[in-house]
């Protein structure tokens, strides 16, 4: 009940696609949805992240459409530029129900995202 | 803001050695700091989540023995490795939630080898 499950694990896009990488939750205690992008070697860095309370959510050439019946959430990538290529990874965590589960993160198993010039 | 850093970025060690790993929000208060382990082509995997000022709570099959997690103040909390083995080479990465906030910052990274 605590698993995220992410897809695609790889995706190939060309520069100016939209790469849209999808999660899928079961614990239904969960309230806060981060994406993260992480280059080799480095610490991952936070991209975005939605509340269950909207359905869509968008920073820049980043976009998250959730849906809270479906348990689902996807991350999509305006306009794809070859410095986009990285692994992406969703999360998702309790932040208001407190517990030992509080803040924890809960990480999609990652997609490695290659955009092509 | 809200910057994480870690230190050293990479180290290695003798078996049988420890390694102390630090981990330092620069920019803000952090009430909650997480330890995480990642293996190549991995996710990250949860190994404690540290509070201020209280014990770590370790993740199960997380030895606490030899993680030892220690969170000294609100922009510090610190990883020791002891007794190193091969088989504890990885990178750990450490995040930090802000206080208040939603948000969780993560560190560079420190790229373990025991050697």
């Known amino acids: 009940q605590q698993q995220v499950k992410q897809s695609p694990q790889s995706l190939i896009v060309q520069k100016g696609g939209i790469p849209i990488i999808n999660c899928a939750y079961e614990?239904?205690?969960?309230?806060?949805f981060p994406w993260y992008q992480q280059f080799p070697g480095k610490g991952p860095a936070l991209l975005i992240a939605?509340?269950?309370?909207?359905s869509e959510k968008k920073e820049g050439r980043f976009t998250i459409s959730f849906n809270k019946s479906a348990k689902q959430f996807s991350l999509h990538i305006m306009d794809s530029q070859p410095g986009d290529s990285a692994t992406y990874f969703c999360?998702?965590?309790?932040?208001?129900?407190?517990?030992?589960?509080?803040?924890?993160?809960?990480f999609g198993q990652g997609t490695i995202l290659t955009v092509h010039p | 803001g809200a910057v994480v850093s870690q230190h050293p970025s990479w180290v290695i060690c003798k078996s049988g050695t420890s390694v102390k790993i630090e981990c330092r929000s620069l920019?803000?208060?952090?009430?909650?700091m997480f330890w995480y382990r990642q293996f190549p082509k991995q996710s990250l995997m949860l190994m404690a989540t540290?509070?201020?000022?209280?014990?770590?709570?370790?993740e199960q099959g997380v030895e606490k023995d030899k993680f030892l997690i220690n969170h000294a103040s609100l922009t510090l909390s610190t990883l020791t490795v002891t007794s190193a083995h091969p088989e504890d080479s990885s990178f750990y990465i450490c995040?930090?939630?802000?206080?208040?906030?939603?948000?969780?910052?993560f560190g560079p990274g420190t790229r373990l080898t025991v050697t």
């Open positions: 995040s930090a939630r802000r206080k208040g906030l939603d948000e969780q910052y």
């Open positions: 614990n239904t205690a969960f309230d806060y």
């Open positions: 939605i509340r269950p309370d909207v």
């Open positions: 999360a998702a965590t309790s932040v208001n129900a407190g517990g030992t589960s509080y803040g924890k993160l809960t």
């Open positions: 920019d803000f208060q952090a009430t909650t």
């Open positions: 540290s509070n201020e000022g209280s014990k770590a709570t370790y």
